[in-house]
């Protein structure tokens, strides 16, 4: 775990200081290493940007960020960082802003003894129970959304809109508001909505404000002087009580759980209901939750000498000893004894009788020794030379440094999948949910847990989830990572990657760097990474974002993408991480300069994502009135930042699955309840999530049983170039249009109508008056409007000649 409350309060202030940031050094001084040491403290602490190319600069230096990085009302950001001590100098020295401590070791102690607290208290009840039982017009500014929504019983309105001028004017946009249907605008206020730039791209104007009544009608005017208008919509409406069995079952989540009792977990509700479950043990075993045992011996960096076992820890490295030893005699050699378990090197002297080794001979005196050899391996630090002459130590122990109970296997861990459905064989549409791909993420692999126990127990009381259950295969993975995910429980609760060394011993491979390992789960696949140019990961085998030493090198990626290859009936997925309460989809990575984005879904696509966002976050919702906002919904690159190589992109991208990613909650490890009941709370997060996890797996069913044939229609207004018009298509679903403008038949190889922009709706198509449009639409599930044929002869689709409006 992270150090005392001292230590921590120590941190806090170090935090607290200041939020100017301090100038980058100059170019004869070099940056200080951005890098974490074992023993500093870590906490969740605030970092406030200028803009979004500012945090691009944060994200390409690889330092720990969670998934916050929220607008503030002055059209700055604020993201989270995950830092000790010397890793806010570095950001300092880089001219970043660091300010408060969200979150500390105290935090994560209390949460670890809540725990403990709940566990203790369910035993000793049961131990009492045995006891007792045995005794518009052209204009430069277009709104894009205007989104009432009301979140834990306040009413907020989010505008988001694009003007012409935002690329060059950093302007605000004044938003004008009526206090509902008939009222004189201005009547129900005003706000400032501001520019969202990404990579130096304008993108659009966004933001969102409290309001006291639900406008109807809101009007902005771009300070060229131009105006546009827009209807409110509802997000997120909730109508009369949501339709549940009296006989329905929920809530089983009663604490945080490790890996090793989320796979207890679902074991024994495989065995409970061995007709509609089963386990699947993935193919690629992780390292486990194991390490080398270690020491650093010397303090100064020219003189220090790392030593690793060539056993692991829990097999005998534990047991090492070595000592540095002065022989106490002028001109004595350098030398190696080795007597079981422990090693000495007796170091040289000079004819004064001064030691006069160094690092760099004794390296190479033990590695040369059989004997020790045969134990350990030895280095200088870091890469250092190791000129230094080293100083006598005695016995030192070598330790893997690590504290999970025996319970805890060593051994390579096997990943499990508990397999939900009457039939699984893959003939029935599949939807897969993974969790903890990022260790530190308690509250995820709880909202697994939560749904698979709501699938199984309801199977026979509930008429809609025995629907589900007999017509869907489903796969669930609560821990992606377990590894890491014990390393976060019991020894480093901040730890975001897998538990895997790559670093040489040249680099940070000491016991010193131990919680500064790892590979970056969710940027380690192989669709849009850091190896084909993508932002957002890193090379360096010591940054939070690390992707890897090559696509798919670690096993806990290759179980996704196994589970997607193998299984080509799994058409929908969520991915569950935290933190932030946002909702996301592709594309999830670019490239700077200019922002070259992942390509972008299709304009039904895209429509097929929001509509079915709507339907999921407006169960999470259903909960405790939680909402999801307009703003931290949408493609991931366009509400966060690139995530290069992420497993969402993979999914979407190269297995044609479609894939969403929950942020649950807002930290990592929240309180397991709360007293308030709108608090940050895991137990809470669980049950509004799975909320959301169920309605994915009644969008799925809804998709497979989709036989309605969508209707399409061509709206036709004036155009500002003469002679022309502008055409604009609607669909009564989200569905594709694919039309032609010279009268033909329109086939799947005609041009397809397309998003007008970035969180736009469909664009404005310009032709001459006459032109002969043909079309037709066809769905997500692949309904054809009117049953056309595309490939074949029929010529029913839709015809217009095209005339001017009156």
């Not at 935090?107 to 809540?114: G, I, N, S």
């Not at 131009?226 to 409110?232: N, S």
């Not at 590695?367 to 200088?380: E, G, K, Q």
């Not at 190889?749 to 310009?766: D, F, H, L, P, Q």
């Amino acid at each position: 775990m992270l150090g005392g409350s001292a230590a921590v309060a120590a941190l806090a202030g170090l935090m607290l200081t200041s939020m100017t940031p301090i100038s980058p050094a100059s170019g004869t001084e070099p940056l200080p290493e951005l890098i974490r040491n074992a023993d500093e403290d870590v906490a969740v602490v605030e970092v406030q940007l200028a803009d979004h190319t500012e945090l691009d600069r944060l994200v390409d230096t690889g330092v720990d960020l969670d998934h916050a990085a929220h607008l503030n009302a002055d059209g700055t950001l604020t993201a989270h960082a995950v830092i000790g001590e010397g890793e806010a100098e570095a950001l300092r020295a880089r001219g970043f802003a660091v300010g408060t401590t969200i979150h500390d070791d105290e935090d994560t102690e209390e949460v670890l003894a809540e725990r403990d607290a709940t566990i203790a208290a369910a035993v000793e009840e049961n131990a009492e129970f045995a006891a007792a039982a045995e005794a518009a017009t052209v204009s430069d500014v277009k709104i894009i959304r205007a989104d009432y929504y009301t979140s834990f019983g306040v009413g907020y309105l989010s505008v988001e809109a694009k003007w012409a001028d935002g690329q060059t004017s950093t302007s605000p946009l004044t938003v004008q508001r009526d206090s509902g249907a008939g009222t004189a605008m201005g009547s129900g206020g005003s706000q400032n909505i501001t520019r969202f730039v990404d990579a130096g791209v304008y993108l659009y104007h966004r933001g969102a404000s409290v309001v006291s009544t639900r406008p109807d009608t809101v009007q902005i005017t771009s300070p060229t002087g131009d105006v546009a208008t827009a209807k409110v919509t509802d997000w997120l409406p909730i109508e009369g009580e949501p339709e549940v069995s009296p006989d329905y079952q929920s809530d089983f989540i009663t604490s945080y759980l490790t890996p090793t009792e989320l796979y207890d977990r679902i074991h024994a509700l495989a065995a409970e209901y061995p007709q509609i479950a089963e386990i699947v043990e993935l193919p690629n075993q992780t390292n486990g939750y194991r390490r080398l045992a270690q020491a650093v011996l010397g303090t100064a960096n020219a003189s220090r000498v790392g030593i690793d076992s060539i056993a692991w820890g829990h097999e005998g490295g534990n047991d090492l000893r070595v000592a540095l030893t002065n022989p106490g005699a002028a001109d004595s050699p350098l030398s190696v004894a080795v007597a079981g378990d422990d090693i000495t090197v007796s170091l040289a002297t000079n004819a004064s009788g001064a030691v006069t080794s160094t690092a760099a001979e004794v390296v190479a005196a033990l590695n040369a020794d059989p004997a020790a050899s045969d134990l350990v391996t030895a280095y200088t630090y870091r890469g250092n030379a190791g000129t230094g002459v080293v100083a006598p130590v005695g016995f030192t122990n070598l330790s893997d440094g690590l504290s999970a109970p025996a319970s805890v296997s060593r051994d390579p861990q096997t990943v499990y999948a508990i397999r939900i459905g009457k039939v699984r064989d893959g003939s029935k549409p599949g939807v897969l949910a993974y969790a903890q791909e990022h260790a530190r993420e308690w509250v995820p692999p709880l909202v697994t847990i939560e749904t698979a126990e709501r699938l199984l127990r309801n199977y026979e009381l509930d008429g809609p989830t025995k629907q589900l259950v007999n017509n869907l295969d489903i796969w669930i993975v609560p821990s992606v990572n377990p590894d890491g995910g014990h390393f976060s429980f019991y020894d480093f609760a901040s730890q975001r990657r897998n538990m895997t060394n790559h670093c040489p011993t040249t680099g940070n491979a000491d016991f010193l760097a131990r919680t500064a390992w790892g590979v970056d789960v969710n940027r380690n696949y192989d669709t849009y990474s850091l190896f084909d140019g993508y932002n957002g990961a890193s090379a360096s085998c010591t940054n939070d974002v690390y992707a890897g030493p090559a696509e798919l090198s670690e096993p806990e990626s290759a179980n996704i993408d196994w589970i997607a290859s193998e299984n080509d009936n799994i058409k929908f997925a969520m991915n569950l991480h935290s933190s932030g309460n946002y909702f996301m989809w592709s594309p999830g990575a670019y490239i700077t300069p200019g922002r070259i984005s992942a390509p972008r879904p299709t304009l039904e696509e895209e429509s097929y994502f929001w509509g079915a966002s709507a339907r999921i976050l407006t169960e999470i919702k259903q909960y405790r009135g939680m909402s999801v906002t307009p703003a931290r919904t949408g493609p991931i690159s366009d509400v966060l930042y690139s995530a290069a190589g992420n497993s969402g992109d993979m999914l979407w991208y190269k297995h044609g699955i479609y894939a969403w990613n929950f942020e649950v909650g807002t930290q990592f490890q929240p309180p397991f309840s709360n007293a308030n009941p709108n608090g940050a709370s895991a137990h809470a997060e669980s049950q509004e999530y799975a909320n959301g996890l169920m309605e994915l797996i009644r969008v799925a069913y809804d998709f497979d049983k989709d036989s309605q044939r969508p209707e399409s229609t061509v709206t036709v207004s004036t155009s500002s170039e003469p002679g022309m018009v502008d055409l604009k298509f609607t669909t009564t679903e989200p569905a594709a249009v694919f039309y032609t403008l010279d009268g033909s038949k329109p086939t799947f190889e005609s041009t397809m109508y397309a998003t007008a922009g970035i969180r736009e709706g469909g664009e404005t198509v310009t032709v001459p008056v006459g032109t002969k449009v043909h079309w037709f639409s066809v769905d997500s599930a692949g309904n054809v409007e009117k049953n056309y044929r595309p490939d074949g002869k029929a010529n029913n689709h839709n015809k217009l000649t095209v005339i001017a409006p009156q």
